[in-house]
């Protein structure tokens, strides 16, 4: 991706001007953002995809007793009537499912993929919302289809209503307002007080992001090294020939310290390791997502796509795939990271590669991570 060309995705802005000035820091509001757009998923289709088992979604309504939420899967006839004002369904991880949603959400690729985490979709009849609210990710709501009124705020006071459901803001303080046309989008930096009501029915698509806490990663990353400790760790038991006699006899030996301490030292001076778990850990594929292995020889030689619920990452030493790792180097590592980058590669590229990488290339095919072009 060219980041310095100016998009109308953003406005006008490139990339480049894009992450520098709002990323992370100010709303965008983008007439027109997508010209002409069409949704490829309507009513009915999100309506069948909040149906299906594996499919995460919620049903939320603002009814005269308050708000209400379920999760779902959902039946058409368990969802509120359509003449029903103020109700809404959001389904998420739709890109995992469909792949015109997941042909939208390569367009967000200007922010690193380790970021970038799903499309999530919204249907509302009118006067429907999640109520005034904030999120921790940044998000970009393009509107779909009818229209959402948007009023936002740089709310301080992030307090939010007590026996509630769902996130409502206690205090919300709506500093400006939009009524936002298909075609239209937002952006949004993380804790930007937000509240989207629908004007008639509308439909919303969240291009949504992720970012991993710290003690998140702390738990992955020392589960992984537990297990490179006792890997190392010999059958060896504490040996003490030079222990003197002790008068102070509760007292823990040094050399009892020193021998715990050696197991963990050896497992963190691996090389690589934190990267490696750190890369499987961000490709691990979603709770939901299965693939379908197949027994029959892999076809290479059309060249290969990435299936579009695999995840793939690389840094300098590794290719990752999937919650797998691989050392990488030399023609093989920059054709692989081809393939991260552009999502397939070809016949050509795929024949340079060495005998290794291409079995691995197969094994990927035959756990349905990949397909022929
Ligand atoms: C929606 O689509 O209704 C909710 C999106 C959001 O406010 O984050
Ligand atoms: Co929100």
Redesign the pocket.
């Known amino acids: 991706m060219n980041t310095a060309q100016a998009l109308a995705l953003l406005g006008g802005m490139s990339p480049n001007q894009f992450m520098k000035r709002h990323w992370q820091k100010k709303p965008l509001l983008v007439r027109q953002a997508m010209p002409g757009f069409v949704p490829c998923v309507g009513r009915s289709d999100l309506m069948a995809l909040a149906g299906q088992e594996g499919v995460e979604s919620r049903l939320i309504v603002d009814s005269p007793k308050g708000w209400q939420m379920k999760h779902g899967p959902f039946s058409k006839r368990g969802l509120p009537p359509l003449s029903q004002k103020k109700w809404t369904f959001l389904v998420q991880g739709v890109d995992l499912h469909h792949d015109g949603v997941h042909a939208l959400m390569q367009q967000f690729r200007f922010v690193p993929d380790a970021r970038l985490d799903d499309v999530m979709i919204s249907y509302a009849t009118d006067g429907g919302g999640?109520g005034p609210?904030?999120?921790s990710y940044d998000?970009f709501?393009l509107q779909a289809h009818g229209q959402r009124r948007w009023r936002t705020g740089r709310q301080k006071d992030l307090s939010l209503q007590p026996n509630v459901p769902l996130k409502i803001l206690q205090n919300f303080e709506a500093e400006e307002e939009f009524v936002l046309n298909p075609g239209d989008m937002l952006y949004?930096p993380p804790k930007y007080a937000?509240d989207?009501v629908a004007v008639g029915e509308c439909m919303t698509w969240?291009i949504g992001f992720r970012a991993p806490s710290q003690s998140e990663l702390a738990r992955e990353l020392l589960l992984g090294l537990a297990d490179e400790a006792f890997e190392r760790a010999g059958d060896a038991l504490y040996r003490d020939p030079k222990q003197a006699a002790v008068s102070a006899s509760a007292a823990i030996p040094p050399s009892l310290v020193g021998f715990a301490r050696q197991v963990i030292d050896r497992a963190l001076d691996s090389p690589l390791l934190l990267e490696s778990l750190l890369g499987a850990y961000l490709t691990e594929p979603k709770a939901q997502v299965w693939f379908e292995a197949s027994d029959a020889e892999a076809d290479l030689s059309k060249g290969v796509q990435l299936d579009r619920r695999t995840k793939m990452l690389y840094d300098e030493k590794h290719i990752f795939i999937n919650g797998e790792s691989f050392r990488v180097a030399g023609r093989d590592a920059v054709s692989l990271r081809l393939l991260a980058d552009d999502r397939s590669i070809s016949a050509q590229k795929i024949k340079s590669l060495s005998p290794d990488a291409q079995d691995a290339l197969r094994d990927w095919a035959s756990e349905g991570w990949l397909r022929a072009a």
């Open positions: 999640v609210h904030f999120d998000v709501l949004l937000h989207g969240s």
